[in-house]
């Protein structure tokens, strides 16, 4: 029989003296890693919903619904099939709009113990009723663009809005004009804006 080496009988003989290395884990809370990616969560004030954490997801673990009647946009973390691989923090347009915190006993027997969900305003066309984007994010865009915005129709009625120099109430629908590019307008529609008279 061979001889044990000297660090292994230093190690068992720390061992038996010190204890053992392991952490005690469900009765103490255990200390994890500052770049540790557990539980994803959405940051209410920062999230703009612009839908970059749902394009990027691998798994598909985040939905995205529009709902029409109540005008909102929901963006839905499953925990249950996220992978935890952070692609939804790092490719954030906002980046804190939703981070992955140190929480990793995410064990549950209700489901809903299992989504991560946050709700935003949307912004739809005033000629055809398609979907532009969440207002928050609108106003992101224009923020970060700062004078640029002005420059787009959209945005300028957004922060117009926003101000309360223009009406919310869309005008009724009829046929499109040139003029009517300074409205809340889809891509499509303002398209149509730039051939006709």
Known sequence: MKRPKLR???EAITAILIGP???KFP???ARVADVFRGKPEFDEDE???CGACYNVCPPGAIEMTDDAERRIRTLTVNLDRCIYCGQCERNCLTEKGIHQTPEFDLASTAIS???ETVEKQLV????CGAVIGAEDHIRWVARKLGALAYSNPTLLVSAMQNMGLADREPPPGEELRRGDRIRLLCPK???ITSFVV
């Open 47 to 49: 999230c703009v919903g």
């Open 189 to 191: 529609c303002r398209q």
């Open 27 to 29: 009765a103490e809370p």
């Open 8 to 10: 292994e009988l230093k």
């Open 113 to 115: 113990d299992l989504r």
């Open 124 to 127: 739809f066309c005033e000629a």
């Open 21 to 23: 290395y392991t952490s």
